[in-house]
């Protein structure tokens, strides 16, 4: 059974979306500020946190912060109601896997937790030289080497590179990698692109001016 950490403040989302994930059989530790989800990380191991931004005391970036300073394999999604491109992009600069914007279906919210949890199963590392996707497993490797991705940075790369002589925009991009969920500026592209390619041993991302990103590998 897969132990989730759940930090949100408001007691009734709190509670109506814990209920949901219990029903998924996940084991849930319900926290409503970061000094309680500190404690709890220090007495219990989690496969996932799901952190609202804004609570008292220390707030989810912070235990963002604490948990990939301590415990960088485990997931955590980022769940808030601040939409503003900044406060993403600070989310996705400590590496979190996801990022939710309130309010939100609690049956998405739970689809984005397991596509996120699939990736930590165990799959022989391929042979193959150069960039290998694994779509089930939602990995990525590099001369059989895995690349640590966010899930958002792993679509944003399987996207571009299934369609390698395809030029994508980025509203085109934010509609694979979010669906309809994105409520924000689509500069968010641009941010996940400079994070792949710090990732990526070679740069196989182009950027086509007025346009959007392609895919491009010699």
Aim: hydrophobic fraction near 40%.
């Amino acid at each position: 059974m897969k132990k989730i950490l759940f930090m949100e403040d408001e007691p009734t989302i709190r509670e109506v979306l814990a209920e949901y994930m219990k029903m998924q059989d996940y084991e849930v530790t319900e926290v409503s500020d970061g000094e309680e989800a500190e404690l709890a990380l220090e007495q219990c191991r989690f496969d996932m946190a799901v952190l609202d931004i804004m609570v008292p005391r220390i707030n989810g970036l912070e235990v963002l912060s604490y948990i990939r300073d301590r415990y960088p394999d485990m997931a955590v999604i980022m769940l808030t109601a601040l939409g503003d491109e900044q406060t993403q992009v600070k989310a996705f600069n400590c590496y979190a896997d996801d990022y939710v914007i309130k309010p939100v279906s609690p049956i998405i919210l739970l689809k984005r937790m397991e596509t996120i949890l699939r990736r930590s199963l165990r799959i022989p590392l391929p042979a193959k030289n150069g960039l290998v996707i694994q779509k089930e497993a939602y990995q990525a490797f590099y001369n059989g080497e895995k690349l640590e991705l966010t899930l958002s940075e792993f679509l944003l790369l399987q996207t571009l590179y299934e369609e390698p002589k395809r030029v994508f925009t980025r509203e085109q991009l934010i509609l694979r990698i979010f669906n309809e969920d994105y409520i924000g500026n689509d500069r968010i592209i641009d941010a996940h692109v400079k994070n792949l390619r710090k990732k990526l041993p070679e740069n196989c991302i182009r950027t086509v001016i007025g346009v959007g990103y392609q895919f491009h590998q010699e």
